[in-house]
């Protein structure tokens, strides 16, 4: 079981939350602020899960799940979103584009 998760959000507070969360429970965590960051990271390192936002300046969130879900070495990562959007239409186009699920931001 890959035990590494990236979350993206370009927002300091969640990242930090949600990575203390996962860590309680035993995961390497690697925390970016954008899209591309973590593109260039994929290169070395593949997730077992991505936590992602969807409002990030640069690749917004259904961007990155585009093209993560479009390559055939990442398109099996699971990916969640996290985001403060909370209108189904978001819902439905997160999941339309290849999100296992999402989660609504408080």
Do not use: R, W
Not at 32 to 61: R, Y
Request: aromatic share 10%; with cysteine; net charge negative.
């Amino acid at each position: 079981m890959n035990k590494k998760i990236f979350v993206i959000d370009d927002e300091q507070d969640i990242q930090e939350i949600v990575k203390i969360n996962l860590k309680d429970d035993g995961y390497k965590v690697f925390c970016f602020s954008s899209a591309e960051e973590a593109l260039k990271e994929l290169q070395n390192t593949v997730p077992g899960l991505i936590v992602l936002d969807i409002m990030m300046e640069g690749i917004d969130g259904y961007e990155f799940c585009k093209q993560l879900k479009s390559a055939p070495e990442y398109k099996d990562i699971p990916i969640i979103f996290l985001s403060a959007k909370s209108d189904e239409f978001d819902k439905v186009l997160g999941l339309e584009l290849g999100g296992d699920d999402y989660i609504t931001k408080p």
